[in-house]
């Protein structure tokens, strides 16, 4: 079973930037789809992008595209986040996931039942 492990998280003022890691466990990872989520207090997990085992296939939550970039090292074993003009209201802890089951496949994996391996996540805080 792959282990993921996020780190990059912090306290951050609004309109600020940070990039989020994700290193994965394993010589697989270069065909896993991997994305990230984040979840806020008293809230659902909530999908943030997912990225193709080539990197060729990026998708991003509507309410994201342009200030949140995903990306992956696949020689690294590490999938990143870069997140931009950061708001309170991404004030979440992050998870970053991966797809296992269905080697080789795209970046349309939307709900976090679609991903079958979890990091512990790391939080986001953002003052505004």
């Known amino acids: 079973q792959v282990q993921l492990v996020e780190s990059g998280g912090g306290l951050v003022q609004a309109g600020g930037s940070l990039r989020l890691s994700c290193a994965a466990s394993?010589?697989?990872?270069?065909?896993?789809?991997m994305g990230w989520f984040r979840q806020a207090p008293g809230k659902e997990r909530e999908f943030v992008a997912a990225?193709?085992?080539?990197?060729?296939?990026?998708n991003y939550a509507d309410s994201l595209k342009g200030r949140f970039t995903i990306s992956r090292d696949n020689a690294k074993n590490t999938v990143y986040l870069q997140m931009n003009s950061l708001k309170p209201e991404d004030t979440a802890v992050y998870y970053c996931?991966?797809?296992?089951?269905?080697?080789?496949?795209?970046?349309?994996?939307?709900?976090?039942?679609?991903?079958?391996?979890w990091g512990q996540g790391t939080q986001v805080t953002v003052s505004s």
């Open positions: 996931a991966a797809v296992t089951t269905v080697p080789y496949s795209g970046s349309y994996y939307t709900t976090p039942g679609s991903y079958d391996a």
């Open positions: 394993g010589r697989t990872f270069s065909s896993y789809t």
């Open positions: 990225i193709s085992w080539s990197g060729g296939s990026i």
